[in-house]
């Protein structure tokens, strides 16, 4: 089974406040938030992923609202 770490881009967002629901689905889904940042000017926020299960991650949050907002 391959972890999964990675740098999740998302759209729509202007402030750390916009990054919670996708920490909150990032988190519902088996993965941890280890460093996210926002550039606000261009509206696009930064995730950094790290799950025990690449499959499992994936399968899980195709299935939330935040999964509509990676670029």
Partial sequence: MAKL???LVFGECEHD?????YVS???????NCSSM???????VGF???DAP???DFWMEFKKTT???FLE
């Avoid at 940042?37 to 509206?43: G, I, M, Q, T």
């Fill in 53 to 55: 299960s690449e499959v």
């Fill in 66 to 68: 935040s999964y509509g």
């Fill in 37 to 43: 940042s926002v550039n606000a000017d261009e509206e």
């Fill in 5 to 7: 770490c990675t740098v």
């Fill in 17 to 21: 406040g916009d990054l919670e629901q």
């Fill in 47 to 49: 995730i950094t992923v």
């Fill in 25 to 31: 689905d990032i988190n519902k889904s088996g993965g």
